[in-house]
């Protein structure tokens, strides 16, 4: 038996499992000993990682979900459909990592549901609240399905099928209304941010680059669980996903250098300063590198060179929203906050449990399509009926 257990260990996931054990004694100190011994948060800084990884990542890496459902159901391009499952997958789970990560940092996390009965229609926490809250129900019903099907609970099947287009509908309203609204939180403060980061059109930046981002985890995922899990990789649909992808980046940054030069804030790029620096590395990784590969029809039509620009837009997200809610604000502030080891380790947990779960779920759920894959010269990775088609040439 101990052989048998051994067998199926390897470096990743000893790794993971240290990486797991870890953020729960992180969580353990968060919860008895409270948010001032466990993070380097403090009344000039008060968010930190939780919410700029945790809850501003965390929510746009999740909009491939929404983005698929409307090419597919609203905008009835139905080529697309063989990516929903696994977007929806992301996107639940994404969600759910979230609402534990907000968990995380609130002071009395205990007071979360306060939200559902004490309304402040005023404010846009309240409306942010409502919709995850409204949009992992969604998520959920779109998912459910997937576990109807495993357990052959046909009459729920059926009913969730018949509603599933306002259900979807619903979906595409409350992902549009909180991911502009995530950026709508940092509007109130225009001069406690670094200028180059803060605008009036931040709410049109945080939806334009989720969509854009949107597109690149669905290539991300697509990659990996083809890898993994000996999944079919629709390269004919991926390719165009990429280059959907490339247009929103480039259409950001576009709007982006016409904000900044309308607001004579050009000049600050090149101040060399910390935040000129970090600002300049956000745009090289998240959109210049990105869009040069995707705009090229050869590389985007090649398996590495695909995956890597979706690495590329990704890590660039991800930097865009921890610039905005940590170095435009820590720099101006004086508040020199860097997460404290728990912060880290309690995030890195959550990535952790993600990655556990999505493989759970591709494993025991009909989330992808029972195709064989194989690489061929080129290195792409082909479905059955494109290796017939390859033979026959």
């Given amino acids: 038996m101990k052989n048998g257990i051994l067998r199926h260990l390897t470096f990743w996931k000893i790794i993971g499992a240290i990486i797991v054990g870890f953020g729960l004694y992180s969580t353990y100190l968060r919860v008895t000993l409270g948010l001032g011994a466990t993070t380097n948060l403090s009344d000039n800084f008060p968010w930190g990682m939780w919410i700029g990884f945790d809850i501003l990542c965390g929510v746009g890496l999740a909009a491939g979900g929404f983005i698929i459902c409307a090419i597919s159901h609203i905008f009835h391009i139905k080529k697309y459909e063989p990516l929903i499952r ?4 992301t996107a639940f789970l994404g969600y759910l990592l979230v609402i534990l990560g907000l968990l995380y940092d609130l002071g009395r996390p205990l007071d979360v549901w306060h939200a559902i009965i004490m309304w402040n229609t005023h404010s846009v926490m309240f409306e942010v609240a409502w919709c995850v809250m409204l949009y992992t129900t969604v998520l959920f ?3 459910s399905p997937i576990i109807f099907e495993k357990f052959k609970w046909n009459w729920l099947l059926n009913i969730v099928r018949k509603i599933s287009t306002p259900i979807m509908m619903l979906g595409i309203l409350l992902s549009t209304l909180h991911q502009s609204s ?5 509007l109130i403060i225009p001069t406690k941010m670094h200028a180059l980061w803060w605008s009036p059109l931040l709410p049109v930046y945080f939806y334009l680059s989720a969509i854009g981002v949107g597109f690149s985890v669905i290539i991300f995922e697509s990659y990996l ?6 999944k079919g990789l629709e390269m004919n649909l991926l390719t165009r996903i990429g280059l959907f992808s490339a247009i929103f980046i480039g259409v950001t940054f576009l709007i982006k250098l016409i904000d900044l030069t309308a607001y004579g804030k050009l000049g600050l790029i090149l101040a060399n300063t910390q935040e000129s620096i970090l ?13 040069a590969i995707l705009l090229n029809k050869k590389l985007r039509e090649t398996t590495h060179w695909l995956y890597i620009s979706a690495v590329f837009i990704i890590a660039g997200f991800m930097f865009n929203r921890l610039n905005v809610s940590i170095t435009a604000i820590s ?8 997460p404290s080891i728990y912060e880290i380790g309690v995030t890195m947990m959550l990535v952790v449990l993600g990655m556990w779960a999505f493989g759970f779920a591709v494993k025991y759920f009909d989330v992808f399509p029972v195709e064989e ?21």
């Fill in 182 to 186: 995530l950026g709508s939180l940092f």
């Fill in 331 to 338: 720099g101006i502030n004086n508040a020199g906050y860097f």
């Fill in 86 to 89: 696994p977007a929806i997958l």
């Fill in 279 to 291: 600002f300049l590395a956000e745009i090289l990784i998240g959109t210049l590198i990105p869009v």
């Fill in 225 to 230: 669980s083809a890898r993994v899990f000996n």
């Fill in 373 to 393: 894959f194989e690489e061929n010269e080129e290195d792409e990775i082909l479905r059955p009926d494109q290796k017939e088609l390859l033979a026959e040439d």
């Fill in 141 to 143: 019903l779109e998912f």
